[in-house]
């Protein structure tokens, strides 16, 4: 089991940026996948990117692609997501999740992933 803390939301406006961290705690955390999934009201949780244990693969959604850049470091045990050209389509609650392996092929998927973060807000006003 591994504990995730994200941070990092707000409100921002159409256009602007914000950086979200999760930070991991337990044991051998650096040898997760990582992923960030998020949720706006009335809609089911969905993906949003994820990274290999090593950062050396990436994987985004298509509504994110060329916009969002998820990144790890694993010295600090913390995954990043950064968000740029935020849209007012992007408010939701973004959460943190891991799962104990080095790779998995359904990344965008909730059943994969073993720990969930509480969540943080991330509201964009338009």
Known sequence: QVQLVESGGG????????RLSCVASGRAASVYTMGWFRQAPGKE???V??????GGRVYYSNSVKGRFTISRDNAKNTVYLQMNSLKSEDTAVYYCAAKAARFIIRFSERSEYDNWGQGTQVTVSS
């Not at 990117?49 to 090593?54: K, M, Q």
């Open 49 to 54: 990117a994820a990274t290999t244990w090593d």
């Open 11 to 18: 409100l921002v406006q159409a256009g602007g940026s914000l």
């Open 45 to 47: 949780r969905e993906f």
